[in-house]
């Protein structure tokens, strides 16, 4: 089945390390977006690519890192910069082009827990 | 002040009643809006998509948006509590615009 898949589902991070959220999509979408979402605050965009080898900041992008080598793949990196990482990440992606229709695609989404 | 605002709730309802929801929004320029269903520690799922004013049904859900007033809504008829969800307002500029979301309506259909 075509979808977007994060992994892992369930992480934990002690203070002071860097973690990587993994995100791949086989839905050959050319957008790929990271989303925090805390309680009460909607979704915060850290970083969105719209084609391979380049990526832009978003909203919060400060302590998280980001790379897209390969078109399907979208890994996120939490920083021990990132002075709180406890939330829900949550992947997305979306096709290019006027006519492929404005709208994007959620992953299941990674519990990251600092301890 | 954010650029899309939605009232967080919760909205509860009994089994079999109309949930109506909205969304309201600053800018102009936004064309494209969706909504989506979130349940509890899950991604969210795409409801409805709409291209600027009108309606759009699907099956027990309607999608409005009134672009005059920068307001739009979804309603639920007939609902389940398989519907206790929360509901995420979304829309966008043109084809990489970035998107922006409402902080979600929590909804509660009791039996």
């Known amino acids: 089945d075509g979808g977007i898949t994060q992994s892992p589902k369930y992480l934990f991070r002690k203070e002071g390390q860097n973690v990587t959220l993994s995100c791949e999509q086989n839905?050959?979408?050319?957008?790929m977006y990271w989303y925090r979402q805390d309680p009460g605050q909607g979704l915060r965009l850290i970083y969105y690519?719209?084609?391979?080898?380049?990526?832009q900041k978003g909203d919060i992008a400060e302590g998280y890192s980001v790379s897209r080598e390969k078109k399907e793949s979208f890994p996120l990196t939490v920083t021990s910069a990132q002075k709180n990482p406890t939330a829900f990440y949550l992947c997305?992606?979306?096709?290019?082009?006027?006519?492929?229709?404005?709208?994007?695609?959620f992953g299941e989404g990674s519990w990251l827990t600092v301890v | 002040q954010k650029e899309v605002e939605q009232d967080p709730g919760p909205l509860s309802v009994p089994e079999g009643a109309i949930v109506s929801l909205n969304c309201t929004y600053s800018?102009?320029?936004?064309?494209?809006f969706m909504w989506y269903r979130q349940y509890s520690r899950k991604g969210p799922e795409l409801l409805m998509y709409t291209y600027s004013s009108g309606n759009k049904e699907d099956g027990r859900f309607t999608a409005q948006v009134d672009k005059s007033s920068k307001y739009i809504s979804l309603f639920i008829r007939d609902s389940q509590p398989s519907d206790s969800a929360t509901y995420l307002c979304a829309t966008t500029t043109d084809s990489w615009g970035k998107f922006q979301f409402g902080a979600g309506t929590q909804v509660v259909v009791t039996p």
């Open positions: 839905l050959n979408h050319d957008a």
């Open positions: 997305a992606s979306r096709r290019g082009g006027a006519l492929a229709g404005n709208t994007i695609y």
């Open positions: 690519s719209q084609i391979v080898n380049d990526f």
């Open positions: 800018n102009s320029a936004f064309q494209y």
